[in-house]
């Protein structure tokens, strides 16, 4: 059988990018544009600029994806795009430039959605088995995410407030680091000789929920005290005790929900987890455990769209196809 070849389009937020991906699991290219640079003097992702920047590359981007892939437009057998969740303007620019390619090619278009695509990264450089468990975690979302078998995601917790990038950038802004922040203080917690112990929120017994504005809100109030009574801070000692109340949350949890579902594999995903911390102690309370633990590599972990047509592939295979009237849905839930 020829394996489907599928050019992914992802644009969900600051990153414009486009792949093309064989058979679900080989990446023949995945081009990837950066917006940073352009938001970073605003200290966050600015919705109106990131669509702008996305029209002005879009074509380009998938032009190198397909000349990369050494593939041509001619040989795609449908075109992949990230449906949701993520900025609505954003996410528009590349189900327009989808469609469009869709129908001047007369190939399949697939809807897809951005937590499936996150997940299943790992597919491009891992053999995944079921029943797994995959733990998302950046700037937008936290989430605990059972997959029973191929293709099906249940979410069995999720963030109630903050999503942990999220706390993460603004902990550094706080302490005036640069966007976004989760480095920063990833480094900053590793140089640290002290810690200041924080509070965790476990939330329920039983919930696999997460909260992190609570930790988020006992950082700011310990820099303004340190502030106004004039004291100076132990910068390094604060990040230790926000990512460790972070990890801590993330990890015990995340093994909880291993335990219980009886699954064979934790994969961990999402930008977040580029963190040296949680990588390492996830890795330490996973072989306790004698569970797998798969972690994409950076590049697969942060927004792109090799991840976007790995997800594709399973719906292709089912012939689960959208029409030119898919709309864009910034909420779209998984
Ligand atoms: O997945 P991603 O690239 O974009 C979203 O879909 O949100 O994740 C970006 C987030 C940012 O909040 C960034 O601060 C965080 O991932 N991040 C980190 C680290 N590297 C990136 N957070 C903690 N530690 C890191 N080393
Ligand atoms: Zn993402």
Redesign the pocket.
């Given at each position: 059988m020829n394996e489907e070849l599928i050019l992914a389009i992802e644009t969900?937020?600051d990153?414009t990018s486009a792949a093309v991906i064989r058979g679900g699991k080989e990446t023949c290219s995945n081009i990837v544009s950066s917006q940073i640079d352009v938001h970073e003097r605003f200290g966050g992702v600015v919705p109106e600029i990131a669509s702008r920047k996305h029209v002005e590359t879009i074509t380009r981007i998938i032009e190198t994806a397909i000349k990369e892939s050494g593939y041509e437009a001619k040989d795609l057998s449908a075109i992949a795009v990230t449906e949701g969740p993520g900025l609505v303007g954003a996410l528009l620019v590349g189900n327009v430039a989808a469609k469009s390619l869709a129908l001047a090619l007369n190939i399949p278009l697939i809807a897809t959605h951005h937590i499936a695509g996150?997940i299943y990264a790992s597919r491009l450089e891992h053999e995944m088995a079921f029943p797994s468990l995959a733990l998302v975690v950046?700037?937008?979302?936290t989430e605990l995410v059972l997959l029973p078998q191929e293709g099906v995601f249940h979410i069995v917790g999720r963030t109630r407030d903050d999503?942990?990038?999220?706390a993460?950038?603004k902990v550094a802004r706080a302490l005036k680091l640069p966007y976004?922040?989760?480095?920063h203080?990833?480094r900053l917690a590793h140089e640290a000789e002290e810690e200041l112990v924080l509070p965790r929120a476990w939330l329920e017994q039983d919930s696999y929920d997460f909260s992190f504005s609570g930790l988020k809100s006992a950082v700011l109030a310990a820099i303004n005290q340190h502030r106004m009574k004039g004291i100076e801070l132990n910068e390094a000692a604060l990040a230790k005790g926000f990512q460790q109340s972070v990890i801590d949350v993330l990890v015990t949890k995340a093994l909880r929900a291993a335990k219980q579902y009886h699954v064979k594999q934790l994969i961990l995903c999402?930008?977040?987890a580029?963190?040296?911390g949680?990588r390492a102690e996830l890795a330490t309370a996973c072989d306790r455990a004698q569970l797998e633990l798969i972690v994409p590599s950076p590049k697969l972990?942060?927004?792109n769209a090799a991840m976007i047509g790995a997800a594709a592939s399973i719906k292709y295979r089912l012939a689960q196809f959208s029409g030119l009237d898919m709309k864009a849905d910034p909420g779209l839930s998984l």
């Open positions: 969900s937020c990153e996150h950046s700037g937008g979302h999503a942990v990038g999220e993460y950038d976004p922040g989760g480095p203080i990833d999402g930008g977040v580029a963190n040296r949680l972990c942060t927004d």
